[in-house]
């Protein structure tokens, strides 16, 4: 079974300030992660993934994750805000030990990233 | 958003109403799939068509019926629901070979009374 946490309901930051939401998961063989944003009345938007390689994953606007294996985390960055950033977040995983062909992806709960002016 | 459509946006549909949603992927993906997306609630993953095959049913009410005519066209078939049904229901596509991204479209949102 795989699974994601994503431990913060809501993250506020000041504009210009960095970011960093949060993402843990939890899967029998290694992972393929995933951040998605969505904004209101919009659907899900593919921000990055991580597949194998480098820890470090860039992605759209300026975002970025680290894949830390040992702490079977997934965090997600950015290193100065902006307003727009508002929106709900979610970290997404899937099995690479899942098997062949289409498989859904299991999301966290989503995070409220609330930047202030 | 233009490379998976959705439609319609809102639906409101009595308990007794039948109606379907429709989604259309213009990306070349051989696998979509159908979530559920309630307030304050994970998303949860409804159906998978893999080469418009059903290979994934994760225990969803007989209420709904998904279809995918070929692999550019899904649909939900909505029958008797209840108000607890009503939620944001998202389409997804992909390709089926390796980690391969999901590409959501904007939902349908639906109201049942």
Not at chain 1, 34 to 59: A, C, E, H, M, S
Not at chain 2, 20 to 32: P, R, V
Request: proline fraction near 6%; hydrophobic fraction near 30%; glycine fraction near 8%.
């Amino acid at each position: 079974a795989q699974s994601v946490a994503q431990p913060e309901d809501q993250v506020n930051v000041a504009e210009g300030n960095p970011l960093t939401v949060k993402c843990t998961y939890s899967v029998s063989g290694n992972p393929y992660l995933f951040w998605y944003v969505q904004y209101p009345n919009r659907g899900l938007q593919f921000l990055l993934k991580y597949i194998t390689g480098d820890n470090l994953v860039k992605g759209s606007y300026g975002f970025e994750a680290e894949f830390n294996k040992s702490q079977t985390s997934f965090h997600l960055k950015k290193p100065s805000a902006l307003v727009s950033d508002s929106a709900l977040y979610f970290c997404a995983v899937r099995d690479t030990g899942s098997g062949g062909g289409a498989d859904g992806l299991t999301f966290g709960k989503g995070t409220h990233l609330i930047i202030q002016p | 958003e233009t490379g998976v459509t959705q439609t319609p946006r809102h639906l409101v549909m009595g308990m007794t109403n039948k109606k379907s949603l429709k989604c259309e992927q213009h990306l070349g993906h051989n696998a979509m799939y159908w979530y559920k997306q309630s307030a304050k609630k994970p998303l949860e993953l409804m159906f998978v068509y893999s080469l418009e095959e059903r290979v994934e049913n994760n225990s969803v009410p007989s209420r709904f019926s998904p279809e995918c005519p070929n692999s550019s066209h899904l649909f939900l078939h909505l029958h008797t629901l209840q108000p607890e049904d009503s939620a944001l229901y998202l389409c997804a596509s992909s390709h089926l070979t390796g980690p391969d991204t999901q590409y959501f479209g904007p939902g349908t949102r639906l109201t049942v009374l």
